[in-house]
């Protein structure tokens, strides 16, 4: 793609949004980014971003500058539906996300993880996994590493392990992965969305463009994936508890990680006790992420030892603290229920949740059995509170907080010895932070501030 002397508008200026300018100003573009922020938080993110004084800018919405531009990258926290981009599409002005920019740009295999959970332990330890074979790997993405990066650092020989929204499926034309990974589906980003069936199609854009020469690899226990076998052009592979007749396939049998070849040869790896991190879920990760791998061309003998190693990702069911006898555990990565479920299902009981941010939505009765099932009490805070104690009312004991602050004082000073307290919010961080790393952070902040009873 050459982008030398084109004007490009960019449309949001969160991380992808800023690293797409920084490298299409030094590939010679002309940049202007527009942004709904107020200016003086714009002009900040423009000099932290070392932008200031090289693009054109915006603040405080999107005008019809935006128009004047050969194409234009949008950020994926933006919706495709805003009025600038429907006179776009009228004027037949081309709008790409970041990620298809990149692709465009980047040379190489692509390895391209979505799904509606698990997306970043899977991504990552498919990265590390492909580490220990190959000698270029680039691990970015939705992951918090945007492609536009190292899109232009790869060569031929360069492996990217990619972990990609929805958002950013949305707008792809040419992007193709080499192998696609969606782990599951679940209900989420239902703000964002007009059903259930919308959101899963943006999921299946993942393989728009992939042909018979490259590998789709599909969870065996959701019926929806098998369905879509009939809708797609590339060959499937699986995971899961049932692949039963399905090759190439990884499961577990016996305690044991087996892969079965495409001639149905089955392969005994290593035992699922070397996995270290917790949850049946986590073990469905690591069976996607090692299949992946082994596709990808990593010996089979080299993934013992990264399993026994990996301790997890942040914020995903991550251990923050014990005092007083309580344990902390930080899930801020449980944006949605069928996540926040996972990580009811992993933690020690007796529990006290906290749980609350931005409402996507989502139907939240399999949510409340497990709530009710799992924990002894609950602290609400953030913009669902009030649909959430209204769906949890009567059923299991319930404490109102206004902020992260008062959610994790107020669970301490419920909790007793023996209890784990965690923070799984089933609701994006958009009410009251930017993203879910940082109200992690802050969670494990207010954690360690915490004095003994």
């Known amino acids: ?39 003086d938080k714009l002009r900040a ?11 054109d800018y915006e603040a405080g919405g999107h005008s019809e500058k935006v128009l004047h531009a050969d194409f234009i990258v949008l950020s994926p926290g933006v919706r495709t539906d805003i009025p600038v981009l429907v006179e776009a599409a009228a004027r037949n002005i081309p709008v790409y996300s970041e990620i298809e920019i990149a692709y465009r740009l980047s040379r190489g295999k692509r390895l391209v993880i979505t799904g509606s959970n698990g997306k970043t332990t899977t991504t990552t330890l498919l990265a590390l996994f492909c580490q220990k074979q190959f000698d270029e790997v680039f691990l970015g993405g939705n992951i918090g590493i945007p492609m536009m990066e190292f899109a232009t650092r790869t060569g031929d020989n360069s492996l990217q392990v990619l972990e990609v929204s929805s958002f950013q499926l949305e ?46 690899v599909l969870n065996a226990d ?10 797609i052009n590339c060959r499937p592979a699986w995971f899961g508890w049932n692949v039963e007749n399905l090759k190439p396939s990884m499961t577990i049998s016996n305690d044991e990680f087996v892969y079965t070849d495409a001639d149905g040869c089955k392969h005994k790896l290593f035992p699922a006790a070397s996995v270290r991190i917790i949850g049946r879920h986590n073990l469905e990760n690591v069976m996607c992420a090692a299949l992946v791998a082994i596709l990808a061309g990593v010996a089979t003998d080299r993934l013992e030892s990264v399993v026994k ?23 801020s990565k449980g944006t949605n229920c069928a996540a926040s479920i996972t990580a009811l299902n992993a933690c020690n009981t007796p529990m006290i949740l906290i749980a609350g941010g931005r409402d996507k939505g989502t139907d939240l009765a399999d949510w409340v059995a497990a709530v009710r099932t799992r924990s002894r009490g609950v602290v609400l805070f953030g913009e669902a509170r009030s649909r959430f104690r209204s769906a949890l009312e009567g059923l299991v004991p319930i404490k109102l907080a206004e902020n992260l602050d008062q959610a994790v004082e107020t669970a301490y000073n419920w909790a007793e ?12 961080s958009y009410d009251q932070f930017p993203n879910f790393e940082v109200r992690g952070e802050k969670f494990k902040q207010l954690v360690n501030a915490l004095q003994p009873k």
């Open 309 to 331: 190693e990996f301790p997890g990702v942040e914020h995903r069911l991550e251990w923050a603290r014990e005092i007083s006898g309580v344990s902390f555990i930080n899930d």
């Open 417 to 428: 010895s023996g209890d784990t307290v965690l923070l799984s919010p089933a609701c994006s």
């Open 171 to 216: 707008t792809i034309s040419d992007f193709k992965p080499d192998i696609a990974v969606i782990t599951n589906f679940f209900e989420n980003h239902l703000d964002r969305y007009p059903s259930y069936k919308a959101y899963i199609d943006a999921k299946k854009r993942i393989a728009l463009n992939m042909q018979h020469s490259e590998t789709i």
């Open 222 to 231: 959701q019926q929806l994936m098998r369905e879509m076998v009939g809708e």
């Open 1 to 39: 793609m050459e982008v030398n002397g084109k004007t490009i508008s960019i449309i949001g200026a969160a991380k992808s949004g800023l690293s797409a300018a920084r490298s299409l100003v030094k590939s010679g573009a002309k940049v202007f980014v527009s942004d709904i922020q107020p200016e």
């Open 45 to 55: 993110s423009l000099e932290r971003g070392e932008l200031l004084n090289m693009v």
